[in-house]
């Protein structure tokens, strides 16, 4: 996991650098990464049980080691494109940069809070309550302390990924008990709605990436926002349809009906997200691209987390609590009504979009050279001084002047 991440943030820190200084080819870059993830998440998906099948886990893991080290090879070329720079004592670096350092730390004790609720309790609402208390602290405390722009971005897309609270323990058993445990049940096969899905989610990945970057990436974001969150708010709905058995009773098969949502929905997701990810690129300053990185994708995963901790609370107040035991069609009763709140509850969101999002072109440029992450806050705007950065690591010393 560390590998990953150290990975992965090195490298969004590089390319938001990249979509800073050329903002009329972030959509561009940004289809060009996710194409890549999508086509190695694709051949991953498509050979990893064959692979196990034939060769045992013990050797799979010795290839994905062998292709994991390849990443040295990038890393000791520097195409990273890193300039050496004069060492700075740690101290000074840290308090120049004193609010990030401030949401660093209470992100990962926020993270380590969860963690250890979680390993020493089983109560669901438990896990819930500390949720949502923390994701408060963390919200306000990035609200408070970050730009006003990276605030109200971090907090309109923590809201409407909470919103999609994850009902997936439920359909995962809605959709792969067999006759015994679901009579009226689609009883696909485990390979069929894990990997045949994933695949099929995968190539309709790469189409939407296609239609997002030839038809989408002039569209401001509220026009695409709104747009691509009504389409998938109507793509969702006709879960409902699945979860209900009416498409039985039209007559469309289970197999050509999820294949047929699901499709759709990756190629709608794909409108929402390349966007998204290009909006966070655009507002990571220059200097702290990896941290911005690291904690706005941080306040992502919480969000997350609250989705899943909500969604199970929401089964267990509808009594939907399948475990592929016998004769438990009645646990899938009130699924509908769970699908129906995830798929009409992040449409709330978008009344909120004119105060959150600016309403840009994806290709315009959001930041300035000399800004920092923390210019204008509401932290400094209430203690009435700021500090006058041109970059990190270059403080200007001249006196301080009223925000």
């Known amino acids: ?191 069929f709605f894990a990997s045949g899905l994933g695949v099929c989610v995968a190539l309709l990945n790469l189409l939407g990436m296609f239609t997002y970057n030839r038809f989408m990436q002039h569209w401001r974001y509220h026009a695409l926002f709104i747009f691509a969150n009504l389409l998938l708010c109507a793509v969702n709905c006709t879960g409902i349809l699945v979860y209900t058995r009416t498409n039985l009773t039209v007559g469309i098969p289970d197999e050509a009906f999820v294949l047929g949502t699901y499709g759709i929905w990756a190629i709608v997701h794909m409108w929402m997200w390349l966007p998204g990810i290009v909006l966070l690129s655009q507002l990571c300053p220059r200097g702290v691209e990896a941290t911005m990185y690291a904690l706005l994708a941080g306040c992502h995963n919480l969000g997350l987390s609250v989705a899943s901790y909500a969604g199970a609370c929401l089964l267990h107040s509808l009594n939907v609590v399948p475990s592929g035991a016998a004769n438990e069609g009645h646990q899938f009763d009130n699924l509908w009504v769970a699908a129906a709140i995830q798929a009409v509850a992040p449409v709330c969101t978008l009344v909120m979009l004119p105060w959150m999002i600016p309403n840009a072109r994806q290709t315009d440029k959001l930041l300035q050279a000399g800004d920092t992450a923390t210019d204008g806050s509401l932290w400094q705007r209430f203690f009435g001084t700021r500090r006058l950065v041109q970059q990190y690591g270059a403080t200007d010393t001249s006196t301080p002047t009223a925000a």
């Open 1 to 191: 996991c560390l590998q990953v991440s150290v990975v992965d943030l090195l490298s969004e820190a590089r390319y938001a650098a990249k979509i800073r200084e050329h903002p009329e080819r972030g959509p561009d870059l940004m289809t060009y990464v996710w194409g890549g993830i999508t086509l190695g998440s694709l051949v991953a998906t498509a050979s990893v049980g064959w692979m196990i099948e034939n060769f045992g886990p013990s050797r799979v893991y010795l290839l994905v080691a062998l292709l994991v080290a390849m990443v040295l090879i990038p890393t000791s070329l520097n195409w990273l494109e890193e300039e050496k720079v004069a060492p700075e004592p740690i101290l000074a670096k840290l308090s120049e940069q004193r609010e990030l350092t401030f949401l660093v730390c209470l992100l990962g004790f926020s993270t380590i809070l969860l963690v250890g609720v979680g390993l020493l309790q089983d109560s669901i609402w438990v896990n819930l309550a500390v949720a949502l208390a923390v994701s408060v602290a963390v919200v306000s405390a990035f609200s408070l302390l970050l730009r006003p722009v990276i605030g109200r971005m971090n907090c309109f897309f923590f809201i409407q990924t909470v919103c999609v609270v994850d009902i997936s323990g439920a359909s995962f058993f809605f959709f792969t008990d067999g006759p015994d445990a679901f009579p009226r049940g689609p009883h696909f096969s485990t390979t």
